[in-house]
């Protein structure tokens, strides 16, 4: 104990740090308030039981949380809830899981061939995918030519994560100014960071524009607004409208990262249609959809909020269904994000009255737990061997137990509770697409965010993600909203007339869109039950 404070050493892989904090304080506020990073999936309301640490010296005695969500043997190795333990000693801290969210990468653009050494630059401009979980940047080059050249990528952690992983959990962290302002420096210091990366590593001193996207949420906390209407109905965002602006005026304070030549780069901030349809979409649609071609196009966000997009040639009806985290593994007892040691892909089959599993990991290392792609490949191969039914009941040996998926860590395992939170999430997305479709021929069907980049439909036939016809003519299309304002950048930057012209398209986009409430419809809740069995 330090002047009347206790003193908590910090161990993070081979770093030390050590912290002083007075009695009686919640060690996720100690954590928080000094910088050091620990992901809180739920936003610290002890709702997830994922932000464990383990005590060396100093264990608190376990609380209701620790009880409910730790088995005995993680109490007696002195582990608990860093977001309900309350300090009364000097400790001792093990960050066991903490730099698990540094190995998540954001899905990017592909890098295609670099300008050749006698190729010159006209202009230079960024395009940015702020995501719930990740952030991606492309980098673009215009030739003389007019031709446009992605000359290089970044991507990094979002670091609002140690606030909440997803949308809702960091509405309610925003619902205090302190709260709002700490998810604003986070995200807007993150930005700069990346920025700063990229130019720094092409030997640019300044761009001449950059275009921001990403979901309604991600852009009123990179702006400061009042995030609490998102969160409550009748769910009325600040503002969804193209921001035209100069870089100081997003980044704010957080320029200090970067070059003064930097402040003034226009900066572009792409508009939404809804509180639940944002930017991202929209820059999707514009990739991947626009011009309309009379065609009939089913467009699918796998995320947190299910956003979907139907174009019936003409007009374009949009709408989001809560599938929950399910497809980055969140929600699930053995779930990871995509970093190395996540099983991604699996095959089961049955040896001798005894099923056997044959898995393979990101980066070819030793299993730490499922990712979302591992986690919807597992159930459908439980349900292809009949070890779940088509009700998604477990058989009886795995019921009480869990199966597990992996040989070495009897720990990694899906168990009753994970299947049926599969269940509810694809039967959101189901539903939502058979609401918005309502029996029309669809032509092209096109997955995207960084889960559907590493979809394989046919390992995934029996969950029933989508009716036979529809998966039948899935593609993927990985980043789409990186692609929409990295495509959008580079028409801007061929002056005035094409910037009026491609602003009126994104408008066009946003006028002709309908958006369709789930809940209004009867007919939805009858195609969500239906949409449960697999």
Not at 26 to 50: D, N
Request: a negative charge.
């Amino acid at each position: 104990m330090k002047n009347n404070n206790l003193e908590i050493t910090i161990h993070i892989g081979r770093k030390t740090t050590i912290l002083y904090a007075r009695a009686g304080k919640i060690l996720k506020e100690s954590l928080v308030s000094s910088g050091v990073y620990v992901s809180f999936p739920c936003g610290g309301l002890a709702r997830c039981g994922k932000c464990m640490v383990k005590f060396i010296k100093g264990a608190p005695v376990p609380n209701s949380y620790d009880l409910k969500f730790l088995t005995k043997d993680e109490l007696e190795q002195g582990k608990r809830l860093a977001c309900r333990c309350i300090l009364r000693e000097d400790c001792e801290i093990r960050l066991e899981d903490v730099l698990l969210d540094k190995e998540i990468e954001a899905e990017t653009l592909p890098v295609g061939d670099k300008p050749d050494d006698d190729d010159e630059i006209l202009s230079y401009g960024i395009a940015i995918d702020i995501g719930t979980t990740t952030i991606a940047m492309a980098l673009l080059g215009k030739l003389y030519d007019g031709k446009s050249v992605l000359i290089d990528t970044v991507s990094g952690i979002n670091h609002q994560r140690k606030f909440g992983t997803d949308v809702i959990s960091r509405i309610s962290y925003a619902s205090d100014e302190a709260g709002r302002k700490r998810l604003c420096d986070s995200i807007r210091e993150d930005l700069a960071v990346l920025i700063n990366e990229l130019i720094e590593k092409n030997n640019i001193e300044a761009v001449n524009l950059i275009c921001i996207t990403g979901n309604t949420t991600m852009l009123h906390l990179l702006r400061n607004y009042d995030t609490s209407p998102l969160g409550r109905y009748p769910y009325k965002p600040w503002n969804i409208s193209f921001e035209w602006l100069v870089l100081k005026e997003v980044i704010g304070e957080k320029m200090s990262f970067l070059p003064k030549t930097m402040d003034d780069v226009e900066t572009v901030i792409m508009p939404g249609i809804s509180a639940f349809v944002g930017a991202d979409i929209v820059a999707g649609i514009y990739a991947f959809m626009y011009p309309f071609d009379g065609k009939k196009k089913l467009f699918i966000d796998l995320g947190t909020n299910g956003e979907m997009a139907f174009c019936d040639g003409e007009k374009i009806y949009v709408t989001s269904t809560a599938a929950g985290p399910v497809f980055e593994a969140g929600g699930i007892s053995c779930g990871v994000p995509s970093i190395n040691g996540a099983i991604c892909h699996l095959k089961i089959e049955k040896e001798c009255e005894e099923f056997k599993v044959r898995s393979e990991t990101i980066g070819n290392r030793k299993a730490v737990g499922v990712c979302g792609t591992g986690v919807l490949e597992a159930v459908s191969e439980l349900v292809r061997n009949e070890i779940v039914d088509k009700t998604g009941l477990l058989t009886y040996k795995y019921f009480d137990s869990g199966f597990a998926l992996c040989d070495d860590n009897p720990e990694i395992k899906l168990t009753q509770n994970d299947i049926r939170n599969v269940q509810l999430a694809k039967a959101a997305i189901n539903a939502g697409a058979n609401e918005l479709v309502k029996g029309e021929k669809v032509s092209e069907i096109l997955i995207a965010g960084g889960f559907g980049t590493h979809l394989d439909k046919d390992k995934i036939k029996y969950l029933k993600l989508l009716n036979d016809d529809l998966l039948e003519n899935c593609e993927t299309v990985g980043n789409s909203a990186l692609r929409g304002a990295y495509e959008f950048l580079g028409k801007c930057l061929d002056g005035e007339d094409s910037k009026a012209k491609e602003t009126k398209s994104i408008e066009n986009i946003i006028s002709c869109a309908k958006e369709i409430i789930l809940a209004e419809n009867d007919s939805f809740d009858e195609k969500y039950v239906e949409a449960m069995n697999f």
